[in-house]
């Protein structure tokens, strides 16, 4: 298992992009990697995208000396423009591994991990002007619930928005540590695993990444990319991610552009889980261009 970033669904997102000799296919979210490498393995060339840094510099060591990997900083948002500019047409498939991989959780300094004191920033992308710790000091009460609510379908948002403006009275919110120990404070015991702020975390990364409207915007760009009979493949984590890959299939489908494959979406086995606890949320979706 690498301790960079364990890819999720990885056997089921190679099975269903139906790897070939020769192809072509983006990895949108390139990440620890490992997606790259398995389709590479298989025999198909990648354009592989990515907007950390620290992946990118990872990624360029792991693939100096493979000529099938073309790795570029970029958000897949612009999915168009950078195949054009990387000359890469005709693609046989493009994989969407949404979420923050395992490195990003586990280095404090990010800011996304509620397990490791680090400043609140949650920026995937460090050219992003805006932090988490900006949107904690700058929203109103009633905009924090509603943040909470669409983003995080938080039942105790309101309690936490007004805990939160409380605090932020004595002294800034400026770390994940402090932040979470506010949301515990605001909510009623539980005896689940699942830590209180999750929900919260979960909220504020969406938000400063604009995850939900990148999605959106993205798929219509990657079906033009795709040539006939061409997949796309979407792993996502959480139901607001889901909802818009379904929505936009079904949509797809109902307009004869091509078929969902994936009836219900692919869930990782016991297994996966237990070997890696990241995957539990995960849900993998499949469409086939006409």
């Known amino acids: 298992m690498d301790s960079y970033h364990t890819s999720v669904l990885l056997q089921e997102a190679l099975e269903h992009l139906h790897i070939q000799q020769g192809k072509t296919y983006i990895d949108a979210t390139f990440g620890g990697g490992g997606h790259t490498g398995a389709i590479v393995a298989q025999g198909g060339t990648v354009l592989a995208l990515d907007?950390?840094?620290?992946?990118?510099?990872?990624?360029?060591?792991?693939?100096?000396?493979?000529?099938?990997?073309?790795?570029?900083?970029?958000?897949?948002?612009?999915?168009?423009?950078?195949?054009?500019?990387?000359?890469?047409?005709?693609?046989?498939?493009?994989?969407?591994?949404?979420?923050?991989?395992?490195?990003?959780?586990?280095?404090?300094?990010?800011?996304?991990?509620?397990?490791?004191?680090?400043?609140?920033?949650?920026?995937?992308?460090?050219?992003?002007?805006?932090?988490?710790?900006?949107?904690?000091?700058?929203?109103?009460?009633g905009e924090l619930y509603e943040l909470f609510t669409k983003f995080g379908e938080e039942r105790f948002a309101y309690a936490i928005a007004?805990?939160?403006?409380?605090?932020?009275?004595?002294?800034?919110?400026?770390?994940?540590?402090?932040?979470?120990?506010?949301?515990?404070?605001?909510?009623?015991?539980?005896?689940?695993?699942?830590?209180?702020?999750?929900?919260v975390f979960q909220a504020l990364r969406i938000a400063v990444n604009d995850e939900l409207g990148v999605i959106r915007d993205v798929l219509p760009k990657a079906l033009r990319l795709?040539?006939?009979?061409?997949?796309?493949v979407v792993i996502s984590f959480h139901s607001l991610e889901d909802r818009i890959v379904k929505q936009q299939f079904r949509e797809?489908?109902?307009?004869?552009?091509?078929?969902?494959?994936?009836?219900?979406?692919?869930?990782?086995?016991?297994?996966?889980?237990a070997q890696n606890s990241r995957a539990r949320s995960a849900k993998m979706r499949v469409f086939e261009k006409i």
Request: charged share 30%; glycine share 6%.
């Open 51 to 141: 907007v950390d840094e620290e992946a990118l510099s990872r990624g360029n060591e792991m693939f100096k000396n493979e000529e099938k990997v073309t790795l570029v900083k970029g958000n897949f948002k612009d999915i168009d423009k950078l195949a054009k500019t990387n000359n890469v047409k005709n693609v046989s498939g493009i994989l969407f591994d949404l979420g923050v991989s395992g490195h990003q959780f586990d280095v404090a300094e990010r800011g996304f991990s509620l397990k490791h004191e680090g400043p609140l920033d949650m920026r995937m992308d460090a050219d992003l002007q805006v932090k988490a710790a900006d949107l904690l000091a700058i929203l109103t009460k």
């Open 226 to 232: 795709l040539e006939s009979g061409g997949r796309i």
């Open 252 to 273: 797809w489908s109902d307009k004869g552009l091509g078929k969902t494959i994936t009836k219900k979406p692919l869930i990782p086995t016991d297994e996966e889980i």
């Open 162 to 199: 007004n805990s939160i403006v409380r605090a932020r009275q004595v002294t800034p919110i400026t770390t994940t540590i402090q932040l979470a120990e506010i949301v515990k404070r605001s909510v009623p015991r539980s005896s689940s695993p699942i830590h209180p702020a999750t929900r």
